[in-house]
């Protein structure tokens, strides 16, 4: 079985501060991780995903994740907060090899304050 | 760049009515899905089928139906809408290969209310 836990269903930060989103996983196999970002009245977009190639992955708009295997973490990052961040973001997982159940974290809607 | 269109953006029906929610994908990705957002509880999966024809239960299948008659279209079907199916409806492909090697890509969603 594979789960996704985001701390956090909402986060505020000022216009220029570090965004911090946590997620943690279960996965009894070695895990594909994504992160997802939901603008207002939009479908999901592909933020970034880790494969196991590189534990820190860079994904679009500046952000980046690092998986750490001993945490069983992704938690997604952002040197400097914009207004058009605000947005909800989603983590998720699944397992590789062909696999098509994705699992999803409940969101972490982020507020952006000027 | 992939595009999943959803037909309806917003949706207003009767309890009891038979719903067709439709979603074409224009880049001939095998898999497609059907998935529900509620605040709190993030994205569930209610059906999925990875060809013509083939079809593959969910989490929350109950109360729902889909078809897939052509590769780009996959239908999801309430059968006799109730109030508890009031939510957004997301649909999505990826290319043969599985959810792990290729990401999601979503349509815009059909906001579904039930009255």
């Known amino acids: 079985a594979q789960s996704v836990t985001q701390l956090g269903s909402h986060v505020s930060v000022s216009e220029g501060a570090l965004v911090l989103l946590r997620c943690n996983y279960s996965?009894?196999?070695?895990?594909?991780l994504f992160w997802y970002v939901q603008y207002p009245n939009q479908g999901l977009q592909l933020l970034l995903k880790y494969t196991s190639a590189a534990t820190l992955v860079k994904g679009i708009n500046g952000f980046e994740a690092e998986f750490k295997k001993s945490e069983t973490s992704f938690h997604l990052t952002k040197p400097s907060a914009h207004m058009s961040d605000a947005a909800e973001y989603f983590c998720?997982?699944?397992?590789?090899?062909?696999?098509?159940?994705?699992?999803f974290g409940t969101g972490t809607k982020l507020q952006v304050i000027p | 760049d992939v595009k999943v269109t959803q037909s309806s953006r917003y949706l207003v029906k009767r309890t009891g009515e038979k719903v067709f929610l439709e979603c074409v994908q224009d880049m001939d990705h095998e898999n497609m899905f059907w998935y529900r957002q509620d605040p709190g509880l993030g994205l569930r999966l209610i059906y999925f089928s990875y060809d013509v024809k083939m079809k593959e239960k969910g989490d929350i299948p109950e109360g729902y139906s889909v078809s897939r008659e052509k590769k780009e279209r996959f239908s999801l079907i309430l059968e006799s809408a109730s109030t508890n199916q009031t939510s957004m409806y997301l649909c999505a492909s990826t290319p043969r290969g599985g959810a792990g090697n290729s990401p999601l890509h979503f349509g815009n969603g059909t906001r579904l209310t039930v009255t």
């Open positions: 998720a997982v699944t397992r590789g090899g062909g696999y098509q159940k994705v699992t």
């Open positions: 996965s009894s196999v070695p895990p594909y």
